[in-house]
């Protein structure tokens, strides 16, 4: 869990958030830059698997937000079942 709440804080903290407009692009090297939910998503999967973690327990789901948004994030498959890092929230929570 710590590793998981330290690259979720990272990657939030190092990525400014910006919509991509019409065209919908995924940048998987958008750590120090600007990205959208997406960008967020892959930094922090390449992240975890950079510190160990199987890429097979790593999975991107599309999901709405409260206010009706299509929004990715990282479900993560853990011990402790699967868990959720999103840019939206700064806290790793369970599914």
Do not use: Q
């Not at 400014?16 to 958008?30: E, I, L, M, Q, T």
Request: charged letters at 20%.
């Amino acid at each position: 869990m710590s590793i998981l709440r330290r690259v979720n804080s990272s990657v939030n903290a190092s990525i400014k958030p910006r919509n991509d407009g019409g065209a919908d692009v995924w940048n998987a090297s958008a750590v120090g830059g600007s990205g959208d939910c997406e960008d967020y998503v892959l930094a922090k999967r390449r992240a975890l698997i950079k510190a160990g973690f199987s890429p097979s327990a790593l999975r991107i789901a599309y999901v709405r937000t409260s206010w009706g948004e299509g929004h990715a994030i990282l479900v993560v498959k853990t011990s402790k079942g699967d868990m959720v890092m999103d840019n939206l929230n700064g806290t790793v929570r369970p599914l």
